[in-house]
């Protein structure tokens, strides 16, 4: 058996009650920080929480051969753990179906994700949320500013009066992927560095960055776009949201609960 557990947003105390029992049960316990991190939490806190041993597999070791991970749910429980929920990467996605196809049973035992907390921390309506984008380093996709597949998702869901989820990038391309992802070298894109370069691409209105999500003190600021890249919002890791057309309520939320001022035009 292979079972995917997601560990939530932040720490060592994220996971669900059922993903805990189940990380405790398995026979062999791995994981991934390559997709994403728990940057509350390092690997050696998550094996004392859980009283395991975890064998952590870097891009390589999950996408390339994953014939460890396989035989050891052949063999006996397995359990595959990945920060927010296991199914949002298609990497696990394609996991799953090698080890169905080795006839291999799996099964899913969800974490909470970034898109749900962007929702919740901010009191966006989560059904208004259209097309996700990513918004990469210049250094990642190789050219200046902010690509075109970014301004086009951005502008397409603001024509629909819909809000777009944000993920900034980790930039974790120079061999420090194995491990909790704490490697001093990564890069994490923050809100004011991804909110500066929108504004500088030429977009105007209101962005909203959330930082910490999943923690017990996450950051939440709501303000034009310009002065968003001026701010300070903590640690990673940072999400923007591209807020289209705002219902009152939501307006009300983002004035109370991220500071929105009062005369900000939505863009």
């Known amino acids: 058996m292979l079972t995917f557990v997601g560990l939530g947003l932040y720490d060592e105390r994220s996971v669900t009650v059922r993903g805990r029992a189940a990380i405790r049960e398995a026979d062999r316990v791995f994981a991934e920080f390559y997709t994403s991190r728990l940057t509350g939490a390092t690997v050696a806190a998550l094996e004392a929480t859980h009283n395991v041993d975890i064998e952590v597999r870097d891009r390589a070791g999950v996408e390339r051969d994953p014939a460890p991970v396989l035989d050891a749910a052949a063999d006996g429980d397995a359990v595959f753990l990945t920060g927010g929920d296991p199914m949002v990467s298609t990497t696990h996605a394609d996991l799953r179906l090698r080890a169905h196809e080795r006839g291999v049973d799996t099964s899913v035992i969800h974490g909470t994700t970034a898109a749900a907390a962007a929702a919740s921390l901010t009191g966006l309506q989560n059904y208004r949320f259209g097309k996700a984008t990513t918004l990469p380093f210049e250094s990642s996709h190789g050219g200046e500013g902010v690509p075109d597949s970014v301004l086009g998702t951005i502008g397409d869901n603001r024509q629909r009066g819909l809000h777009t989820l944000v993920y900034l990038d980790?930039?974790?391309?120079?061999?420090?992927?194995?491990?909790?992802?704490?490697?001093?070298?990564?890069?994490?894109?923050?809100?004011?560095?991804?909110?500066?370069?929108?504004?500088?691409?030429?977009?105007?209105?209101?962005?909203v960055v959330v930082g910490q999500a999943g923690s017990e003190n996450p950051t939440v600021r709501a303000d034009e776009l310009a002065t968003l890249g001026d701010g300070d919002f903590g640690p990673p890791l940072h999400l923007l949201v591209v807020p289209g057309e705002l219902h009152p309520l939501e307006r009300e939320a983002l004035a109370a609960f991220g500071g929105l001022p009062a005369d900000t035009d939505d863009g």
Request: hydrophobic share 25%; net charge negative.
């Open 170 to 207: 980790i930039d974790r391309d120079k061999g420090h992927s194995r491990g909790d992802g704490n490697d001093p070298e990564d890069r994490y894109m923050t809100g004011d560095h991804a909110a500066g370069l929108l504004a500088d691409a030429g977009l105007s209105g209101v962005g």
